[in-house]
T-cell receptor, first 109, second 114 residues
């Protein structure tokens, strides 16, 4: 079955700098790759997603890249702000959705 | 519009008991899925329902069961609770539950088994 690896598990970034989170997946049949942000006491919130026929997608300060050949995808957050502090999860989906273990992002003042 | 609502928000049970968790999807969404999130881990898929039919099942024991009602709300039942069942249980809804659809999560039910 599908396996999703996510790195790093913790990331500290100075406010205003960029943050990058990387994920790899194992099942070449996976064709949908969403990213979620989870704040304390809340459920995961979809922040951006990408489908397998697209290599890159951008939404304001957030971008995602996908390399299907290498089976990896990455989340890029530019000009980080204090409210970006949260746990971020990548996921890969074919018939079922499989999540990575999460990255705790700290934005340092 | 209301998002995905789950009840209760917190629950404390003892080993061997059973529990029922409830979920109401976003209006217009016909698919509901359930996830277990253990502290420090990503959500793990348990069930997906669409139009009252089970569409998918994760690697969970038969103690876990679910159903979807005609109004598209859903219940997750867990029997013979174990300490290891302590987790945040998340419900997500989508319009039809197909692969490329966006999932919208509720805030979850925090279950503690003592």
């Amino acid at each position: 079955g599908e396996n999703v690896e996510q790195h790093p598990s913790t990331l500290s970034v100075q406010e205003g700098d960029s943050a990058v989170i990387k994920c790899t997946y194992s099942d070449s049949a996976s064709n949908y790759f969403p990213w979620y942000k989870q704040e304390l006491g809340k459920g995961p919130q979809l922040i951006i997603d990408i489908r397998s026929n697209v290599g890159e997608k951008k939404d304001q300060r957030i971008a995602v890249t996908l390399n299907k050949t290498a089976k990896h995808f990455s989340l890029h957050i530019t000009e980080t702000q204090p409210e970006d502090s949260a746990v971020y999860f990548c996921a890969a989906r074919d018939d079922k959705i499989i999540f990575g273990k999460g990255t705790r992002l700290h934005i340092l003042p | 519009d209301a998002g995905v609502t789950q009840s209760p928000t917190h629950l404390i049970k003892t080993r061997g008991q059973h529990v029922t968790l409830r979920c109401s999807p976003i209006s217009g969404h016909k698919s509901v899925s359930w996830y277990q999130q253990v502290l420090g881990q990503g959500p793990q898929f348990i069930f997906q329902y669409y139009e009252k039919e089970e569409r998918g099942r994760g690697n969970f024991p038969d103690r876990f069961s679910a159903r979807q009602f005609p109004n598209y709300s859903s219940e997750l039942n867990v029997n013979a609770l174990l300490l290891g069942d302590s987790a945040l249980y998340l419900c997500a809804s989508s319009r039809t539950g197909t692969t490329n659809e966006k999932l919208f999560f509720g805030s979850g039910t925090q279950l503690s088994v003592l």
